[in-house]
């Protein structure tokens, strides 16, 4: 282990951050050995600890993406499977990082989370009014929930509709989701365009969960912290803190007193203006071998701060940003090579024409073409197949766009 004096390269930084995510069996035949079981899945989503869900569907649905970019082409109903196979479940929906997917062994360290959701503590303005001033309205579809089964919002009564107004949410939609917020009720399913089926956790969950002790607050967020530096590998306190969105005084006090058990040890990181955290088991390895398209949400890059001071790479979600003023383009995926995000790509699944399409392809700064164009074209020939498409196609747009499509059309 590094001693709290030492000094680690920003080329360390990076490896350990690749291997503590999980891309260490990035091989090619190693991914595609570890892809075919859902054991492999379980064991990479219990230990990255959360995998943010979107369901912006433009390539593939954001989360699931990770298992792709560290497994290969794995069967996307292995993650349905975990996520909502009844009391087997092994995955459970709630709000981690944002909406996420949590492994069911979690839910007690976010109990305190729910208790304060109830009080209407750290949840959105509009929701916590609305609990507070349509709490017999919000009762009302807990029952109807609770006597008559999983629901969608749209599903509900005719008397829970009311007019939309906050995010365009009527009553029922708002009051299922405070008491998702709340831990009341959970994902039980989905359907048709991901929408959520409803139904009371305690008729969801595992019963070993639901009957698990519940941590004391401060030692529950300490736990949080701690796995968060085991997934992160190498972290400052910022980062630690919105892997799972604590607060920050909570967080501060949580990594002293991993600090003080050994769990977290100072080291000083060459180009890191705060002070940085490595997890006592973090792997510190010669060489790591990943070849992956991230998600704009995987874990490895969420954290922009972390991103451009580990990989010197200024990754932004431009899907809202006016088409003339991206740079990169609507959904762009970063592709990181051995320790190091080499280029980023913007995608399409053009689904009608059964076609990968890479609207635009752009290298970063510092990397070299010639070492990047075959492996980023492998990489992308595996994904099309992944997702059942017959082939992959590059318009003109952003200087590694040419050798990349001339690449793919040999």
């Not at 769990?263 to 060459?270: E, N």
Request: glycine share 8%; charged share 30%.
């Amino acid at each position: 282990m590094p001693r709290r004096s030492d000094t680690l390269s920003l080329q360390q930084a990076r490896r350990i951050a690749v291997a503590a995510q999980g891309f260490d069996l990035a091989g090619l035949s190693r991914r595609e050995a570890h892809a075919g079981e859902r054991r492999h899945l379980k064991r990479m989503a219990e230990s990255l600890g959360v995998i943010q869900i979107d369901s912006v569907n433009v390539v593939a649905r954001a989360h699931t993406l990770p298992g792709f970019s560290r497994l290969g082409p794995y069967d996307t109903a292995d993650l349905d499977a975990l996520a909502y196979a009844g009391r087997r479940r092994s995955l459970f929906e709630y709000w981690g990082h944002e909406a996420s997917y949590l492994p069911v062994a979690l839910q007690p360290l976010f109990r305190w989370r729910m208790e304060r959701a109830r009080r209407g503590e750290g949840i959105y303005t509009g929701l916590a009014t609305f609990g507070r001033e349509r709490a017999v309205l919000v009762e009302a579809v807990r029952r109807e929930i609770e006597t008559e089964g999983p629901k969608a919002a749209g599903d509900l009564s005719h008397d829970h509709r009311g007019e939309g107004g906050w995010w365009g949410w009527s009553e029922g939609k708002r009051a299922v989701e405070w008491l998702f917020w709340a831990g009341i009720v959970t994902t039980a399913t989905r359907r048709g365009a991901f929408e959520r089926i409803y139904d009371l956790t305690e008729r969801v969950l595992p019963r070993a969960v639901l009957e698990a002790p519940t941590p004391a607050e401060a030692d529950a967020r300490r736990e949080l912290v701690r796995l968060s530096s085991v997934a992160l590998g190498i972290a400052t306190e910022r980062c630690l803190r919105d892997y799972y969105r604590l607060g920050v005084a909570d967080t501060r006090q949580a990594v002293a007193e991993l600090v003080d058990s050994g769990d977290l040890v100072p080291v000083t990181l060459a180009g890191f203006r705060r002070p940085a955290y490595l997890a006592r088991d973090a792997r510190i390895p010669r060489r790591v071998e990943a070849r992956a398209l991230l998600a704009p949400f995987d874990p490895l890059i969420w954290q922009r701060e972390r991103t451009e001071a580990l990989f010197g790479a200024r990754i932004r979600l431009e899907i809202y940003t006016p088409a003339d003023k991206r740079a990169h383009g609507y959904y762009v995926l970063p592709f990181l090579l051995g320790d190091t995000l080499v280029a980023r790509v913007d995608l399409k699944a053009d689904r009608g024409r059964c076609r990968l399409v890479v609207q635009a392809a752009h290298l970063e700064q510092g990397a070299a073409a010639g070492d990047v164009v075959a492996p980023l074209a492998a990489e992308l020939a595996l994904m099309a197949r992944w997702l059942g498409l017959e082939s992959v196609g590059v318009e003109p747009r952003g200087d590694l766009a040419p050798m990349l499509g001339a690449a793919l059309k040999g």
